[in-house]
């Protein structure tokens, strides 16, 4: 998927990372191991939580060998990420050599075999601030329970140890284990294959929208001028299929045609829990930016209206929303055949009002920073407005 090595690459800039929490977030072993790369390079990581991903075997060894080189990292959450024995082994031997300031330990639900989980048990015998170690929902069988309790209270460490109640026992056939990861892989790619024709096929069974020369549902009445007794003008307010005309080909002359309700049929017509539709609205909008006092009002009033919406529901992907922000302008590579927009200069303009408002969430600043920041011949063509930008965020 695009998003976690787009992310990735933004988090190998930034540097300073202190926590990242992405739990099912769909991360195959291709993701986790340009995440792994990412997380080398920022030092300062405390907390890791990639709960309920796919690492596999690759994706463990690759985690691994980062985890070798960070020196801060208390919480380690790979719990439901299918590590598996030989990505277990890997961790502990990084664990082992390192992380002295560990505090917990979350490989659950990882199909991790007896031998393994012991080996894992052991690397931790010296970690003194040590406070939770959960290998519950693995393949042990009651012996390797038993016996992986026993390695514990051998270290004074049995307390540390989460509950083993799921365990869900012990193959016998370990030597299948490289041919799961495969047939786990192959089983990912068509899962993705089967999205993107579900993707294609609901794009294909939405309804067309009404056009502008078609008749209204209810005819219109006429109303008499009470002075001259003529048929008075009737003044229509704006409609869905207005604000249509306008995303399919914007201009400043039909957003002020939409008048003061443009804010309203922006948010009614956008699905502001998908940030893909959240972008598309943002940038048709940004596009007409104009210095211009009343399409300026007009364009940061709908824009407002849009993001205060989307900020603040909960099923809305802040991060996401960035990523694929940024990947539009063209300042973020993505595995998408996405052409950037032509222009930078009123996304640039509309960007500087919205991060300087009480509903951009703050922590989303040093990301854009990062990019905006870049070398791009985009930004250069749009000094201006990115220089005022880079003032906003470098203050914020």
């Known amino acids: ?37 990412a997380f080398a390079i920022n ?22 060998e980062t985890l070798k080189t960070l020196r801060q990292v208390e919480v380690i959450n790979f719990g439901d990420c299918l590590v598996r024995s030989k990505g277990a082994v890997a961790i502990a031997d990084a664990v082992r050599g390192g992380l002295p300031k560990l505090k917990e330990l979350n490989l659950s639900f990882c199909e991790i075999k007896r031998d393994a989980a012991l080996v894992v048990a052991e690397a931790v015998a010296d970690k003194a601030e040590l406070e939770k170690l959960d290998l519950n929902g693995n393949d042990l069988g009651e012996e390797g329970c ?5 390695v514990m209270d051998s270290f004074n460490m049995a307390k540390v140890l989460a509950s083993l109640s799921d365990d869900e026992g012990e193959d016998e056939d370990e030597e299948e284990e490289g041919e ?15 999205d993107e024709e579900e993707e294609e096929q609901e794009e294909e069974e939405e309804p067309p929208q009404r056009g502008s020369g078609e008749e209204p549902a209810t005819p219109s009445r006429k109303i008499l001028d009470p002075n001259s007794g003529e048929p008075a003008p009737v003044l229509s307010s704006p409609t869905p299929t207005d604000l249509s005309t306008f995303l399919s080909f914007p201009s400043p002359e039909k957003l002020l045609r939409l008048g003061p309700k443009v804010s309203v049929l922006i948010v009614q017509q956008t699905d502001t829990s998908d940030p893909e539709k959240v972008v598309s609205a943002f940038l048709k909008v940004a596009s007409v930016f104009r210095d211009d006092a009343s399409v300026k009002t007009a364009v ?19 991060n996401t929303f960035l990523t694929r922000l940024l990947i539009h ?52 063509t749009c000094s201006f407005a990115r220089h005022n930008l880079l003032q906003t965020l470098y203050n914020i």
Do not use: W
């Open 300 to 318: 940061l009033d709908a824009i407002d209206a849009l993001m205060k919406k989307a900020f603040s529901c909960s099923s809305f992907n802040s």
């Open 43 to 64: 030092p300062l990581l405390r907390v890791i939580n990639l709960n309920d991903n796919t690492f596999t075997e690759k994706g463990g060894v690759a985690m691994a």
């Open 329 to 380: 302008m063209g300042l973020l590579k993505s595995e998408d055949k996405i052409k950037a927009i032509p222009s930078l200069h009123g996304t640039l303009m509309v960007l500087n009002h919205v991060v300087r408002q009480d509903y951009f969430p703050k922590a989303l600043a040093p990301l854009l920073l990062a990019f905006v920041t870049k070398p791009n011949g985009a930004l250069e």
């Open 146 to 150: 038993e016996q992986l309790q026993e």
């Open 180 to 194: 799961e990861d495969d047939e786990e892989e192959e089983d990912e790619e068509d899962e993705e294959d089967d």
């Open 1 to 37: 998927m695009t998003e976690p090595p787009a992310l990735a690459e933004a988090f190998g800039i930034i540097g300073t990372l202190e926590e990242v929490h992405m739990p099912q977030n769909g991360i195959n072993h291709p993701g986790v191991t340009a995440l792994a790369q």
